[in-house]
């Protein structure tokens, strides 16, 4: 990872190197990222609007299956096969720049360590350095914003730390980056209560705290903007799913406000950046995908029609053969139904002879009770009709048929 962190401080150094300015540097960067990220969101994009498109069909599914989830999450499946769209993939990009993002946050907090690429004991002897010059106070708490305000420091004043012998081993390496950008520093957090500690009378005092306290306010106001606009495109949602949404859609902006005023405005400036251009870019996306797409929904549909006839034409075939006894034997049914249909074809035919043969010698046989059409034993030889009534009348055939007593009195009592 810390290969990864160097790489992408280099970056953002190369582009604080070209423009002199902190503020366009993580805003260069940040549509750096977004260029790169484009094919793949373009991707997603395309998936999430071909999902929407096909709202009719899911809607026609819902209606087909009732309440058998299990049957209609089959059918759903087979659509989005069909139409080729894989409902993960709008979800998958969408997380990709969170990563990226805490990246960066490792980057704008360590400038000491990713864009001047000290060593902890160089950063060690740069903090004894600015304390011994009275620059700094090493705080009782361990702050992790250490490296901002040390290199904050060291910008304002560079000439003289530059100078002293506790830097002279590793002076080439310091780096003179001015934070400021538009009047705000970027390395202070923004201040919830910022009227506390402005001086009203100064225009410098206040209008700073002010621009970073907004900073949170407007990164939430076009996180919600940004969302109802991906929404607007996105597959309709089951009751459960669209109360989770609204859900997030309410925790979302909440979030982003309470990151903001945790996070040097640097973090607040991308943040804000990063919705910006995803709003334009959204607008911009959904507008071309939605020529396409109807040109392809338009292709999806007429398929899905000529199939629909195909089947409907194969299912009259099959209804009109049955009519007519010539229904032919389906190729696709399996080795072991087949085996079965041809054994009882071979005892109905063995039993229509049979029956011919005994017809033929002028004998008439009653068919037995376990004879079901052609088949003599199809419910077993022994089967008895009235084996489990109440009160069965013994069999009077027979010498295993139980003798009648002429005396009803001399019958023995049951138990």
């Known amino acids: 990872m810390i290969t990864i962190y160097k790489a992408l401080g280099s970056v953002l150094l190369f582009f604080y190197n070209s423009f002199a300015n902190y503020g366009w540097a993580i805003l260069l960067f940040g549509l750096a990222v977004k260029l790169i990220m484009l094919p793949f969101q373009m991707k997603s994009k395309h998936s999430i609007m071909r999902s929407t498109m096909l709202s009719p069909q899911m809607k026609e599914l819902e209606k087909r299956c009732g309440s058998n989830k299990q049957k209609y999450q089959e059918e759903l499946a087979k659509l989005y096969k069909e139409a080729k769209v894989n409902p993960m993939s709008g979800c998958l990009w969408t997380l990709l720049p969170f990563p990226i993002l805490i990246i960066l946050y490792k980057i704008v907090r360590q400038p000491l360590s990713y864009l001047m690429f000290l060593t902890s004991e160089q950063i060690t002897a740069l903090t004894d350095t600015l304390t011994s010059l009275g620059l700094y106070q090493i705080p009782a708490k361990t702050d992790v914003y250490a490296e901002m305000t040390l290199a904050n420091i060291l910008h304002q004043n560079f000439s003289s730390v530059l100078s002293d012998p506790g830097v002279a081993d590793f002076a080439d390496k310091l780096l003179n980056i001015n ?237």
Do not use: H
Request: glycine content about 4%; charged content about 25%.
């Open 179 to 415: 934070f400021n950008f538009l009047g705000l520093n970027m390395t202070v957090k923004p201040q919830l209560f910022f009227w506390q500690n402005a001086d009203f009378s100064q225009v410098s005092s206040w209008l700073p705290a002010l621009g970073l306290f907004l900073i949170p306010f407007i990164s939430a106001g076009l996180t919600v903007l940004q969302t109802k606009l991906s929404q607007a495109m996105s597959p309709p949602q089951d009751a459960r799913t669209a109360q989770t949404s609204k859900t997030m859609n309410l925790f979302m902006p909440l979030m982003s406000v309470y990151i903001c005023f945790i996070m040097p405005s640097a973090m607040g400036i991308y943040w804000i950046e990063q919705s910006v251009l995803g709003i334009v870019q959204d607008s911009i996306l959904n507008r071309y995908y939605k020529g396409k797409l109807a040109a392809e929904m338009a292709e999806f549909n007429e398929a899905q029609r000529r199939k629909n006839e195909e089947l409907e034409r194969k299912r009259a075939e099959t209804e009109r053969l049955k009519a007519e006894g010539k229904t032919q034997v389906n190729v696709n049914t399996s080795k072991k139904r087949l085996a079965a249909q041809e054994r009882n074809a071979e005892e109905q035919r063995l039993a229509a002879l049979r029956a011919a043969d005994r017809a033929a010698k002028g004998l008439t046989a009653e068919a037995p009770p376990s004879q079901v059409g052609n088949r003599r034993y199809a419910r077993g030889r022994a089967y008895v009709a009235e084996r489990f009534a109440v009160d069965p009348e013994p069999e009077a055939s027979g010498d295993s048929a139980p003798e009648v007593p002429a005396d009803p009195a001399a019958e023995p009592e049951k138990e």
